[in-house]
């Protein structure tokens, strides 16, 4: 199944509570990603998946990312497991699908596509399942252009190094368009899915625009890309609801990035598409 699973942030009080459903109720979905705050103990985590159990919620991506994962200062990365490691422990309390991690060290630096960087990344990954493991969760990877996990190839190397079935894949297909493939999303989105297709457990939906910098009304050589609500730029939707359709396994679909009324639009566009091409979205 195809589970349109938005963010949603569940507090504490009644008040926030009652936010939280009337969130779910406007957005028209019955699983969300979410992630458990710093400040809260595991019996807060059971009380939390007995509401959402009560009201039919189930949560899918559990994502709260940490920056220091695979760094290459010892004490960020330990810093990172501990997150990672309670991460791993509340997403098993509340039952969800995944969580998600991003390997962003050395990011928008020379060294971001190094071996020695990527070296480390594995190791680091490597440790990470192995937690994965102990709690019997999965751990999905989430990748961008300008970090270690850039490109299919990179996914497909992290996944034949770290032989786990508890290693998935957060897809995000934006974040992997270089800019000579904005408008070959089509390309793009059938290589991942004949590459990593078995693996994804989890998609970030949104869609990618590129503009040129203009000066004295002359285009310059520099280009930019940018992340825009699904339906408003050139990612190629059909394709990627067919594919995921015809998985074996559930997939998350997470419109990300926006404000509540773009969320909504963004997933709207989405549904339209599949209500074209006779998909069904849960």
Known sequence: MILMC?????????????????KVGILDVKTVSMATPAD????????????????????GEFSGFHKG???????????????????????????????????ICDRATPQMWSEQTWQRCIAAVEEL????????????????????????????????AVA???????MDPVNLTWPHM??????????????LGDHITALHAKDVTISAVQRNGEYLSVVHLDEAVPGTGAMDYATILRRLDVLDQDVTLHVEHFSEADTIAGQQYIRYVARDLGIALH
Request: proline share 5%; charged share 30%.
């Open 6 to 22: 938005p963010p949603a942030r569940l507090g504490k009080t009644a008040e926030e509570r009652e936010a939280f459903l009337h």
């Open 164 to 170: 786990s079935p508890r290693l998935k894949v957060l």
């Open 40 to 59: 809260w103990t595991d019996k807060e985590v059971e009380d939390a998946r007995k509401f959402l159990d009560e009201h039919g919620i189930r949560v």
């Open 182 to 195: 904005v408008y070959r999303t089509t390309e793009l989105v059938n290589r991942i899915f004949d590459e």
């Open 69 to 103: 994962f695979a760094s290459a200062s010892p004490e960020n990365h330990r810093s990172a497991i501990q997150h990672y490691r309670r991460q791993l422990r509340h997403a098993r309390i509340l039952d969800a699908q995944c969580v998600g991690f991003s390997i």
């Open 129 to 160: 399942v192995e937690e994965a493991e102990k709690t019997q969760m999965n751990v999905a990877a989430h990748p961008h252009i300008v970090s270690p996990l850039c490109s299919s190839e990179r996914y497909r190397a992290l996944l034949d």
